[in-house]
């Protein structure tokens, strides 16, 4: 199956401080994987590593688009990288708070808009259809998440749970073939987890995607991801299915301590 994402021996320095040391990791197409491990592991910056955040210190990280061909990604900016077809959220939630729930899904469509700034000006005919069908898809993304009764509130006034879908559907309007998603189940109570993990499925079929996600919630994880890696200290410690990972000594010393019996 081909990889949508390859990293090789990646590295991460902050002066005196290692950060990731020599992490693998791959995505395969149309695979949910989860990146998982205590606080302080490195996914985070794993995760910023691979979307043009910071550059690696060492190490290479490859995608290759469904349209064929490999791309490095190290050293792209952030919005090249969503050009190319990767998409984030954040683990704290980034929205415009004083823009509309609509404009805020229309910014994300703009990276696929073609008229520039000369057309932007002169607002031909090609360009205000443009403008149309960026308003169009952006409000049937809406709609797929559940918020198209909400397209016309501020962002900031949308409850916690709403406002994580509405960060998915921005990153969704750029149309990714990789959403990876930093702990989208973060501050959520277990029924809008239950909601999530059954969106994350939907959106998977739906648009044909391959997912990264961060995710502390075990229950999620081990219910949603094909594969699983375990983080600890900026190293990979275990990958494999989520029995398998749930099963490896390390992995439950990582997780409970070095004197847990069971």
């Avoid at 509130?153 to 409850?159: I, V």
């Avoid at 702990?183 to 995607?209: D, F, S, W």
Wanted: charged content about 25%; proline content about 5%.
């Amino acid at each position: 199956m081909n990889k949508v994402l390859e990293v090789k021996n990646l590295s991460m320095d902050f002066g005196g401080l290692r950060a990731l040391n020599e992490v693998d990791l791959d995505v395969r197409e149309g695979e949910i994987v989860a990146l998982i491990g205590p606080n302080g592991a490195g996914k985070t910056t794993f995760f910023n590593c691979i979307t043009g955040m910071y550059t690696p210190t060492e190490g290479e990280v490859l995608t290759r688009p469904l349209s064929g061909g490999e791309v490095r990604l190290n050293g792209l900016k952030p919005n090249a990288v969503t050009g190319i077809g990767l998409a984030r959220t954040f683990q704290n939630i980034r929205l415009f708070p004083s823009m509309t729930v609509l404009e805020n899904v229309m910014i994300g469509r703009h990276c696929r808009a073609k008229a520039g700034i000369l057309g932007a000006v002169l607002r031909g005919p090609r360009t205000r259809r443009e403008e149309q069908d960026i308003v169009d898809k952006s409000y049937a993304l809406l709609a797929e998440l559940s918020l198209e009764d909400s397209v016309n509130e501020l962002a900031r006034n949308l409850p916690y749970g709403a406002q994580r879908r509405l960060e998915i559907a921005r990153a969704l309007a750029t149309e990714p073939y990789l959403l990876l998603l930093d702990e989208p189940a973060a501050g959520m109570n277990p029924q809008e987890t239950m909601h999530l993990k059954n969106l994350v499925l939907n959106i998977r079929e739906r648009y044909k995607l391959s997912i990264l996600l961060i995710e502390h919630d075990m229950k999620m994880v081990m219910s949603l991801s094909d594969r699983v890696f375990v983080m600890e200290y900026g190293q990979m410690i275990s990958v494999g299915t989520p029995a398998e990972v749930s099963r490896d000594p390390q992995v439950i010393r990582a997780y409970l301590g070095e004197d847990h019996d069971g």
